[in-house]
């Protein structure tokens, strides 16, 4: 089997790049396998996984700009070659090492694989040529460049998210932030699931009127979607919520290593293939919050409008980019600043945001992050919060930041549609209702 990239080192040219956005189609372990050792590479960013052919018809729709396919999947060559031919991006494929010359041959022949393999791969060589030729095809037609181009402007962004809501001072309101922005991914029709990773955790359970059992006790003891996620979460329409833990002296159980089959990571990795598209960490300041933010593609950091806030935004800001910059696949540009409370006489956005950017650049951590909206001190919100009602209901000014944020994140899912469809022949296979 091929060796983890762990620790992998970008430099500083590439980490900057547009990450390459990658699908990943296999059986769930060797999946899992290459999620957990791509996950420390900057330079993509998986926004899906596949264990069936069917789903990966759909997920087509997310506009890969390379997939890697584990052709087992397929019930045989003329199902993975329909698969190939009206795949448009780079194709990545690992035969049986049994496979006919003529199945080689036939695949070898198709417009947009561009590597094939038998049996197994060297993940970190097969990543390195990935990142090269899909690099080369973006050069060449830079105006038809396929994929989404993740958190710019209003652009659709499909595919998978995990979300991070965190900042490193308490009290600032993430919590609510993190559950009025699941149950507005949730009303724009996208399964989602929120998981509170505080421990005791009491907002999640108080925002939206839960009991505390079922929680995420029940993930730890059997870290599976079917046994661990399925049965412990509290459903609300589209939104799924697994409450943390409720016990304060098992917070322990939020930092295990990401391999480990309880992880943070891991539950995120079964969540997907429990058939979630977004995924929002309700991250505690301190404890997990490395778990946390090493399992996200998103980070949404949340701040009061007050100048001490802005350089604790910094600093986490800092930690995540500088301290724990090989750990996460978050690019810069898909972290989301959100300033809650604000009213007269705290600072205005412009303002946080320039002490903000003075302590990251004085740091050596960069530019800080442009603020994407500012939440007004709404005293409805707090009073809806603790009857268990709905944030998104209770003031039009604390909804309509929050839409806007959710416009950015998850745009508007486009059906994919399959072309029409002709008979074509590759080599000695015949293969009918191909686009």
Not at 35 to 44: A, C, E, G, I, K
Not at 54 to 74: C, H, M
Not at 135 to 156: D, E, F, T
Request: aromatic share 8%; glycine share 8%.
């Amino acid at each position: 089997m091929s060796k983890p990239i762990k620790g992998t080192k970008i430099s500083e040219n590439t980490a900057t790049e547009e990450a390459i956005i990658l699908l990943l189609a296999g059986s769930p372990e060797r999946v899992n396998a290459w999620y957990t050792r791509l996950q420390v590479d900057t330079r993509f960013r998986v926004n899906s996984f596949s264990t069936d052919p069917q789903d990966l018809e759909i997920k087509l729709g997310y506009n890969p700009e390379a997939i890697l396919v584990d052709s087992a999947i397929f019930s045989g060559p003329e199902s993975l070659i329909q698969f190939l031919t009206h795949a448009q991006c780079a194709l990545y494929v690992i035969l049986p090492k049994e496979a006919s010359e003529e199945v080689l041959k036939a695949v070898r022949s198709l417009p947009f694989v561009k590597g094939v393999y038998l049996e197994d791969i060297n993940l970190s060589q097969v990543a390195g040529r990935i990142y090269a030729e899909v690099k080369a095809l973006r050069l060449q037609a830079p105006s038809l460049q396929i994929g989404n181009s993740w958190g710019q402007g209003n652009r659709v962004a499909g595919g998978l998210r995990v979300i991070s809501v965190w900042n490193r001072a308490g009290g600032c309101g993430k919590s609510t932030v993190a559950t009025a922005l699941a149950l507005d991914s949730a009303q724009r029709g996208i399964r989602t699931l929120l998981v509170g990773l505080s421990a005791p955790d009491l907002s999640l359970p108080t925002f939206l009127n839960l009991k505390t059992s079922p929680n995420l006790f029940g993930w730890f003891a059997n870290p599976t979607y079917e046994g661990g996620i399925k049965p412990n979460v509290h459903n609300i329409g589209n939104l799924d919520v697994l409450v943390g833990l409720q016990d304060g002296t098992r917070e322990n159980m939020l930092v295990r290593d990401p391999e480990d089959s309880g992880s943070i990571n891991q539950l995120v990795i079964a969540a997907t293939f429990g058939g979630y598209s977004v995924v929002i960490l309700d991250t505690p300041p301190s404890i997990g919050y490395v778990n946390a933010i090493s399992a996200s593609n998103t980070m949404i950091l949340v701040s009061l409008p007050m100048l001490d806030q802005a350089v604790i935004s910094a600093e986490a800001y800092r930690i995540a980019f500088k301290r724990m910059r090989d750990l996460h696949r978050i690019g810069a540009g898909n972290v989301f600043v959100m300033l809650n409370r604000f009213r007269p006489g705290l600072l205005d956005s412009n303002e946080w945001h320039e002490a903000a950017d003075a302590y990251t650049r004085a740091m050596g951590a960069g530019p800080f992050p442009p603020v994407v909206g500012v939440i007004p001190e709404v005293p409805e919100v707090q009073i809806a919060a603790n009857a268990g009602r709905s944030p998104l209901t209770a003031s039009e000014a604390f909804a309509t930041p929050i839409h806007r944020l959710g416009d950015i994140l998850f745009g508007v899912q486009e059906g994919y549609k399959l072309p029409e469809k002709k008979s074509i022949k590759i080599g000695p296979i015949h293969i009918r209702g191909i686009a």
